[in-house]
């Protein structure tokens, strides 16, 4: 079974509309991390955000927010305001206390295009 | 500070040949992964160390796969022979157990092409 699922395989906004990449994920572990990459036109990875299980609340970064929901096991991304810049593959990701916390694992990636 | 080295960036080969892929971790790190990227199937997990010892291997496809690690600051990842469909973009991340959280620093990738 895929423990992150990230649906949305490719998604096109234009400029200064908000989108938001879905990201769920499967774990019998109590004790997690969730992870946020992007991955820019340049192919480099470039870490976002981390969140642990016991910590729920939404997280804003300047255009960036996370919305971290255990009930229904999702860790939503939403941009606002979308540049020209934010076009990349993004990648929500888990490790897990049973995996020693190192052994990450990666959804299959939202290309996300932002259209001038 | 430097961040994960890879090298080459990118490689042409063609199908038979030896393949090795290089990796430098940060400094300091005790953890480094070999990643694999393909549209198909994404990003996966082909191998990781902690301390320059093997940890989990289950992700390397088959025996044409090896991977070594002499020591703190170089890995390599080797493909003997090489297949087309072995063609792909090679991730070196390491990460340090300090923070205990699985986040990881990556490297620029190998683009391989094997023909």
């Known amino acids: 079974a895929q423990k992150v699922t990230q649906a949305q395989t490719e998604i096109s906004v234009v400029e200064k509309e908000d989108v938001t990449l879905d990201c769920v994920y499967e774990t019998r572990d109590t004790t997690y991390y969730l992870f946020w990459y992007k991955q820019p036109p340049s192919g480099e990875l470039v870490f976002l955000i981390r969140r642990n299980s016991f910590d729920e609340q939404n997280e804003i970064s300047g255009r960036y927010s996370w919305n971290f929901q255990k009930s229904t096991s999702s860790f939503n991304f939403t941009i606002t305001a979308s540049q020209v810049v934010d076009s990349a593959v993004y990648f929500c990701?888990?490790?897990?206390?049973?995996?020693?916390?190192?052994?990450?694992?990666f959804g299959i990636g939202t290309k996300l295009q932002v259209i001038p | 500070d430097a961040g994960v080295i890879q090298s080459p960036r990118h490689e042409v080969t063609e199908m038979g040949q030896e393949v090795t892929l290089r990796c430098k971790p940060i400094s300091g790190h005790d953890y480094l992964f070999w990643y694999r990227q393909t549209m198909m199937r994404g990003l996966e997990l082909l191998i990781y160390f902690n301390n320059n010892v093997p940890i989990d291997d289950s992700g390397m496809p088959e025996d044409r796969f090896s991977a070594k690690m002499p020591n703190a600051s170089f890995s390599t990842l080797k493909i003997q022979p090489s297949e087309p469909r072995d063609s792909a973009v090679y991730f070196c991340?390491?990460?340090?157990?300090?923070?205990?959280?699985?986040?990881?620093?990556f490297g620029e990738g190998s683009r391989l092409t094997v023909l």
């Open positions: 990701a888990l490790s897990e206390a049973s995996g020693g916390y190192q052994k990450v694992t």
């Open positions: 991340a390491s990460s340090s157990d300090r923070g205990n959280t699985g986040e990881l620093f």
